[in-house]
């Protein structure tokens, strides 16, 4: 078994077909498959399920991928590190959630670095990926949040992934609205009475638990849902088709003016909680520290 064996099973899979996935690689399909059938014979298990529609991942293939996913992030970031072009400047990476601080605070960093070649990067991801770049290593620092409805599966994934997590600020639950929308003039709004618009959810289908959901009310049941994993496209459908999204009520006013959005406050009550995360007894970076005292600049909650 060899990394390239492993990243052809990880294409396969995503094309779903032998065909598309060799033409992604640039190889022929029947040196795919024959590559891929010899690491089956060498692991023996079948991966895949072959059909006259395209392929189908087995029971044993998931798993698989599962795990193949983690080896090839971890050789990526070993390539990235020591292989690559960059490999003599400095580095540094944030995974977040969708908070304008989170980027303020890199941004900061970034002006105060004092080295004369570097590559820093910011992910703006959902819940479970910023928790897993940073047990990975391939970023530093997690900015995540959650509330009442999702605390508990959240604070397990921190312990299992063994992260510390370090809260700076509380958020009420508010809404977002289109300027126009009939609401949009309310001080504050109850679940009932948006029952008749669609939520517009920021789509974590990687997740395989609703919980993890970065927005409040997790545990809601909404009878009209649009998922997106687009912000852009999310403001869109807001503002076309009357729907509304969920959130903190962090809107920065640069932003607000110009996509047109209006916060809400929600009458129920589902407290967030934002804050960072970094690995359990782990020694930053300077940079790592740097960002941190950054983010501190926002800390509400001693």
């Known amino acids: 078994m060899n990394i ?9 899979a995503r094309a779903s077909s032998m065909r598309e996935a060799s033409t992604r690689l640039y190889v022929s399909q029947p040196a795919l498959s024959s590559s891929i059938r010899d690491l089956e014979n060498e692991l023996g298990i079948l991966i ?21 996913k983690k080896v090839v992030g971890q050789y990526e970031i070993l390539e990235d590190r020591y292989m690559s072009v960059d490999s003599d400047k400095e580095r540094f990476a944030v995974s977040t959630q969708h908070y304008n601080f989170s980027i303020h605070a890199f ?11 570097y590559v820093f990067s910011i992910y703006e991801t959902k819940t479970k990926i910023v928790l897993e770049d940073v047990k990975s290593l391939k970023s530093e620092v997690g900015i995540v949040s959650f509330s009442n409805s999702n ?30 929308h009939e609401l949009a003039d309310r001080s504050e709004v109850s679940m009932e009475d948006l029952k008749e618009y669609p939520c517009i959810t920021f789509d974590q289908s990687d997740d395989s638990n609703v919980y993890l959901t970065e927005e409040a009310m997790a545990d809601h049941t909404f009878d009209k849902m649009i998922k997106s994993d687009d912000r852009a496209s999310s403001i869109e459908l807001i503002a076309t ?8 009520g962090m809107l920065s006013e640069e932003n ?24 359990d007894e782990s020694n930053l970076s300077v940079y790592g520290r740097l960002y941190i005292e950054e983010l501190l600049k926002y800390r509400e909650i001693m």
């Open 4 to 12: 390239t064996q492993i990243k052809y099973v990880l294409e396969a």
């Open 48 to 68: 895949f399920e072959r059909t006259n529609k395209g392929i189908l991942l087995t029971e044993e293939g998931r798993e698989f991928i599962m795990y193949a």
């Open 107 to 117: 941004a900061e960093t970034v002006r105060k670095a004092s080295a004369d070649k």
């Open 151 to 180: 605390e508990a599966v959240i604070k397990k994934l921190i312990r299992e992934y063994q992260l510390t997590f370090v809260p700076l600020m509380t958020r009420e639950a508010y809404i977002y609205v289109w300027k126009e």
């Open 241 to 248: 088709l009357g729907g509304y999204s969920i959130g903190s």
């Open 256 to 279: 607000a003016l110009l996509q047109g959005l209006v916060s809400i406050k929600l009458k129920e009550k589902d407290t967030i909680v934002i804050g960072y995360v970094v690995r």
